[in-house]
C-alpha cells in the first residue's frame, strides 16, 4: 500500500515525498481512510507508530479544501499531555502542510503567553495545546473555541494518568458538540471508554497494536545492583561508548539532576529535562541531544513523552517506574523504524517488585547479568518470594555471580520470539494528582 491509494491530496503527497514517506504504517492505512470521511475515530497506537501524521494529514486535507472562511478562530485543536509532544507535533504538522495553506501554533506552559496570545489575534487554523495553558487561556478570554471542526485527543490515557480529567471536560464543552473527534490512546482502558461514550458520536475503533505491546526488536537487559552503587554502575557502563546516544531515565526530577552533575563532573556531556525545567532549558537539551552536543539525556516520566529521536540505540532506566506501563512507554523510543534496541535497568533489591509487575506485563524474556565488580548484596527476585510476600516457585534469571555483561555497549539481541503482553492496565485506586504541562 502507498500513501496515493489513501485519498490524500497531491499536496500533502507531495510533501510526503520530499521527506521520504511513501508506505503508511499500520495506524496510518487503518485511521486516514474513515478520518477523512469525517468519521470519529477512537483509535489505539504506541508512541512511535506514526499516529501523529494518522491525524494530521487528514486534518490538513479537511482544512485545505474546506476554503478560507472570514474567521480567525482556529478549526481544529490537538491537546496532548506535554509540551515536548505539543512541540513535536507543531513540527510534524509544518512539515506535512508545506504546500498547503493551513497555519498552526501551540499553546503550552513554561513560556510567556504573549506570543502566544499574538499568534491566536492574527489567527490560526490549528491549536496544538496542553490542557493546562489552554484553560489559562480560555479563562482569559484570549482563545475562542466555538468554530472548532475537529478536536483530536493525543496520548488520551497518559492525560488521564495526569490527573487532566476535569480540564478535558473543561474544555470539550468549550467546542461545538458538532465535530469530528479523533482520540488515540496506548490502551482502550474502560477511562478511555467512558470519555469517548461521553463525548464522542458512533466512534470507529481502530486498533492496530495489542496494548502495552513492546517492539520486539529491543532487547531487555537487568544489572542488578545495590541501591547506593547504581550512580557509579551507570558511569561504568556509559564510559563503556561515551559517544553513543543514551536516554536515562530517573524517578524524580531531583534525582535527573544530582545524576546530571554527577555525569558532567565525570566528563560525560549531559543534560536533563523534566518538569522543573523551563520551556527554553527543555527544548534547548533536547535539541542538544538530538544534534549530539549532549550525548546523555537524563529524563523524567512526564517530560519525555513526545521525545522523538531516530536510531537512539539504548534506554536505561535508572530506576524502575512506579507502575509497569511506564516502563513499555519508556523503551518505546527505542527500537523504532526496524532499528534494533536495548533496554537497560539497573535494580535494586528494594525494586524487586517493581521488577515482577514489568516481567508479567512484558511476557517477553528479561535477561538479569550482573557486572563484575558491581555485584549487588542481595540477589533480584523475580518469582514472588522476597522482598514481597512469598507466593509463587519461579526461579530468577540470573547470570552467574562474577560474571560480566555484554562488553563494551551492549550489542543488542536479533528479533525477539516472544509474543507482547496483554495484559489490563493496573493503576492504583488513588488518582494521581494533576501535573503542569
Given amino acids: 500500500m502507498s500513501f496515493d491509494s489513501l485519498g490524500l491530496a497531491p499536496a500533502l503527497l507531495r510533501a510526503l515525498a520530499e521527506y521520504g514517506y511513501t508506505e503508511p504504517t499500520p495506524i496510518q492505512a487503518a485511521a486516514i481512510p474513515p478520518a ?24 490538513l486535507q479537511k482544512l ?39 497555519s498552526s501554533t501551540t499553546i503550552f506552559g513554561g513560556v510567556s503567553m504573549g506570543p502566544q496570545i499574538n ?48 480540564a478535558l471536560k473543561r474544555i470539550l464543552a468549550a467546542v461545538p458538540k458538532k465535530r469530528q473527534t479523533l482520540l488515540y490512546s496506548a490502551t482502550f482502558a474502560p477511562a478511555i471508554k467512558t470519555l ?78 523534566h518538569g522543573n525545567k523551563s520551556q527554553n532549558a527543555r527544548t534547548r537539551a533536547l535539541s542538544d541531544f538530538k544534534t549530539h552536543r549532549v550525548t546523555v539525556l537524563v529524563a523524567t516520566d512526564i517530560a519525555a513523552r513526545g521525545i522523538d529521536i531516530e536510531q537512539l540505540p539504548i534506554v536505561i532506566n535508572y530506576d524502575l517506574p512506579m507502575v509497569a506501563e511506564d516502563y513499555v512507554h519508556r523503551i518505546g523510543r527505542t527500537g523504532r523504524a526496524g532499528m534494533e534496541g536495548l533496554a537497560v535497568s539497573l535494580v535494586s533489591h528494594d525494586e524487586s517488585g517493581l521488577l515482577r509487575d514489568i516481567d508479567k506485563l512484558l511476557k517477553q524474556e528479561i535477561s538479569i547479568t550482573p557486572v563484575a565488580g558491581y555485584e549487588p548484596s542481595a540477589p533480584l527476585r523475580l518469582d514472588a518470594g522476597a522482598p ?27 528479533r525477539g520470539d516472544h509474543a507482547a503482553g496483554n495484559q489490563q492496565r493496573r493503576r492504583s485506586a488513588h488518582p494521581r494528582p494533576a501535573a503542569k504541562a
Wanted: hydrophobic share 40%; proline share 6%; charged share 20%.
Fill in 36 to 59: 477523512l470521511q469525517g468519521q470519529d475515530l477512537l483509535a489505539a497506537a504506541q508512541t512511535g507508530t506514526g499516529k501523529t501524521a494518522a491525524f494530521a494529514l487528514p486534518l
Fill in 64 to 102: 485545505s479544501t474546506a476554503g478560507q472562511t472570514m474567521t480567525r478562530r482556529p478549526r481544529a485543536l490537538i491537546l496532548t499531555p506535554t509540551r515536548e509532544l505539543a512541540a513535536q507535533i507543531h513540527d510534524n504538522i509544518r512539515s506535512y502542510s508545506k504546500y498547503v495553506g493551513v
Fill in 119 to 166: 499568534a491566536l489575534r492574527r489567527g490560526v487554523d490549528i491549536v496544538i495545546a496542553t490542557p493546562g495553558r489552554l484553560l489559562d487561556h480560555l479563562q482569559q478570554r484570549t482563545l475562542d473555541l466555538s468554530a472548532v471542526e475537529t478536536l483530536v485527543l493525543d496520548e488520551a490515557d497518559r492525560m488521564l494518568d495526569m490527573g487532566f480529567l476535569p
Fill in 196 to 273: 469517548a461514550k461521553e463525548f464522542m458520536r458512533n466512534a470507529q475503533e481502530i486498533s492496530v497494536d495489542t496494548p502495552n505491546a513492546v517492539a520486539t526488536l529491543v532487547s531487555h537487559l537487568v544489572h542488578p545492583v545495590d541501591a547506593a552503587r547504581k550512580r557509579d554502575l551507570l558511569l561504568h557502563l556509559l564510559a563503556a561508548d561515551s559517544r553513543r546516544q543514551t536516554l536515562v531515565f530517573s524517578r524524580t526530577k531531583h534525582g535527573a539532576d544530582k545524576l546530571v552533575t554527577f555525569l558532567n563532573a565525570s566528563g560525560l556531556r549531559t543534560a536533563a529535562i
Fill in 388 to 414: 514481597r510476600p512469598k507466593q509463587g516457585q519461579r526461579q530468577p534469571r540470573q547470570g552467574r555471580p562474577g560474571t560480566s555483561a555484554r562488553p563494551n555497549g551492549y550489542a543488542p539481541k536479533g
